[in-house]
């Protein structure tokens, strides 16, 4: 079991926190519950925060004059500027955040989807945007994980937000507390992880650690995060996984039966096709690397990126090939 850092994630209140909602709700949400024995969680409602109150009558985005305002259909009242200062006060004061969870198409914290509406009382919808602490959330961290809790439903958007989330936690914590020799192996944990993300940004990455030009350790790790968020900021293709399944086999082959490594080559096919999940091969490897007790192996996150209590697998969804990002 690896020893993972606890990220720190701004969450919207209402998911799992409090009853603020509209209309005093509060929403359920399994992934927050489940993290929050993994993260350390600043929950924050926006809506509250402007003085809306609980309960209170929803608000809207309106288009007006070609602007998007935020309206309270029930009073008539603009609250856009009353949000736009909260939003800029609050991303101001927080630091060393890892991670966002907003509320799913919500006119505050909803970072797309949000509805627009042609007047604060008419009905239809003229098209759709980020809510306004979302969309500035994505303006000021748009390299960091930030997700909705009805997107992290899907498996494939969970585990790609869950690697980004530890990752970046165990890289803020090099960063700000750490040396030359935690970056090298911060580096060479990840090697696997990042050769499945981008080989491009990999090598990038290994010639920043080399440090052939003996630059300070400050200065090195600030241009080793933005090739790190660089390198992650799209989930693997599963072709590129299968080659890192590949490249991990050679370490074994000439340890292996004939039948050992058909049977592995069989569930990686079966991965290709979207016939199995990755889990079978992982799980194959991951007794070689116990049996041959190779310790280059036992340390990568490529097979563990997250705690592997937040595994949760949904075979209809959890290899599936087309993009789920747009």
Not at 8 to 21: P, Y
């Amino acid at each position: 079991m690896r020893e993972f850092s606890r990220p720190k994630v701004v969450v919207s209140r209402c998911l799992e926190f409090d009853h603020c909602r509209y209309n005093g709700d509060m929403i359920r949400s399994h992934v927050v519950a489940k993290l929050k024995e993994y993260v350390d969680f600043l929950p924050v409602c926006p809506e509250v925060e402007i003085g809306l109150g609980v309960p209170r009558n929803p608000v809207r985005i309106v288009l007006e004059r070609s602007e998007h305002r935020l309206i309270q259909p029930s009073s008539g009242k603009d609250v856009t500027e009353d949000m736009k200062t909260f939003c800029t006060r609050f991303l101001d004061s927080i630091e060393n955040v890892d991670g966002f969870i907003l509320k799913f198409r919500s006119p505050s914290c909803g970072f797309k989807d949000v509805k627009v509406y042609p007047s604060a009382d008419g009905k239809g919808v003229v098209g759709k945007t980020s809510g306004y602490f979302g969309g500035a959330v994505l303006e000021r961290y748009s390299f960091l994980p930030v997700e909705d809790e009805g997107r992290l439903r899907n498996s494939r958007i969970k585990e790609h937000f869950l690697t980004k989330l530890f990752i970046f936690a165990a890289f803020r914590e090099v960063k700000t507390e750490g040396s030359m020799k935690d970056l090298i192996d911060f580096h060479t944990e990840n090697k696997l992880l990042l050769m499945a993300y981008s080989q491009a940004e990999l090598r990038k990455l290994g010639e920043i650690a080399a440090n052939r030009e003996a630059k300070p350790f400050k200065e090195l790790a600030s241009g080793y995060e933005i090739h790190l968020y660089n390198a992650l900021s799209s989930a693997p293709k599963y072709t590129s996984t299968i080659n890192v399944l590949m490249h991990v086999l050679g370490y074994f082959s000439d340890k292996l039966s004939s039948r050992e490594k058909t049977l592995f080559l069989d569930w990686v096919q079966k991965y290709r096709e979207g016939k199995a999940t990755l889990c079978p091969a992982i799980n194959t490897i991951r007794s070689w690397i116990v049996r041959f007790e190779n310790d280059y192996l036992m340390h990568q996150t490529f097979f563990e990126p997250y705690p592997e209590d937040l595994i949760e697998l949904n075979p209809a969804e959890s290899h599936l090939r087309e993009d789920l990002w747009k």
